[in-house]
T-cell receptor, first 119, second 111 residues
Framework: GAVVSQHPSRVICKSGTSVKIECRSLDFQATTMFWYRQFPKQSLMLMATSNEGSKATYEQGVEKDKFLINHASLTLSTLTVTSAHPEDSSFYIC???????????????FGPGTRLTVL | GQNIDQPTEMTATEGAIVQINCTYQTSGFNGLFWYQQHAGEAPTFLSYNVLDGLEEKGRFSSFLSRSKGYSYLLLKELQMKDSASYLCAVRDAGNNRKLIWGLGTSLAVNP
């Protein structure tokens, strides 16, 4: 149980284009999903907390107009990197916390990540 | 401020036991998590402690002392596949479910 999928796993795009990353909880409902970014050999950096049916909460320093988050259902959250630039190249990982029903509450289960390369 | 400390790197031998320590200073506490992350992959959940004491799960155990702001992850019978980064994370107080992450401990298991 507690499987989270992420799509695509890898994307290469040109500078100035927008990229959408999907995060799905496959076997549980998730009121809350999280979006992280991780640079090589560094720890996870929380970008935003995504709440179903409401606006995402962004961490300090993260541009909400550049990283658009939509959490339209209890199993799907999307992150759109708008007008991507080479400095946005990173490993983007989502996680989801089950709304109810699992033994360990509030555990975050991670998707496999999306490696974004902006040329 | 919020601070989580863990050693940057550790080395151990296959078959041995290794203990990875984590100390934290956070404004609130609502549980401590350990995750394993292999290079290029997403973290996977290992353990969760919210009360003081030891939680054992197979070869992995995790200990928590809330009064000392201290936890450790104990890995027994080390295998080569245990070479990975181990992340300590504290759940913030309140209802936002946000985790405060340490920088991770890179463990190398040698034959």
């Amino acid at each position: 149980g507690a499987v989270v999928s992420q799509h695509p796993s890898r994307v290469i795009c040109k500078s100035g284009t927008s990229v959408k990353i999907e995060c799905r909880s496959l076997d549980f409902q998730a009121t809350t999903m999280f979006w992280y970014r991780q640079f090589p050999k560094q720890s996870l950096m929380l970008m935003a907390t995504s709440n179903e049916g409401s606006k995402a909460t962004y961490e300090q320093g993260v541009e909400k107009d550049k990283f658009l988050i939509n959490h339209a259902s209890l199993t799907l959250s999307t992150l759109t990197v708008t007008s991507a630039h080479p400095e946005d190249s990173s490993f983007y990982i989502c996680s989801a916390s089950p709304s109810q029903g699992l033994a360990v509450t509030d555990t975050q289960y991670f998707g496999p990540g999306t490696r974004l390369t902006v040329l | 401020g919020q601070n989580i400390d863990q050693p940057t790197e550790m080395t151990a031998t296959e078959g041995a036991i290794v203990q990875i320590n984590c100390t934290y200073q956070t404004s609130g506490f609502n549980g401590l998590f350990w995750y394993q992350q292999h290079a290029g992959e997403a973290p996977t959940f290992l353990s969760y402690n919210v009360l003081d004491g030891l939680e054992e799960k197979g070869r992995f155990s995790s200990f928590l002392s809330r009064s000392k702001g201290y936890s450790y992850l104990l890995l027994k019978e080390l295998q080569m596949k245990d070479s990975a980064s181990y992340l300590c994370a504290v759940r913030d107080a309140g209802n936002n479910r946000k985790l405060i992450w340490g920088l991770g401990t890179s463990l190398a298991v040698n034959p």
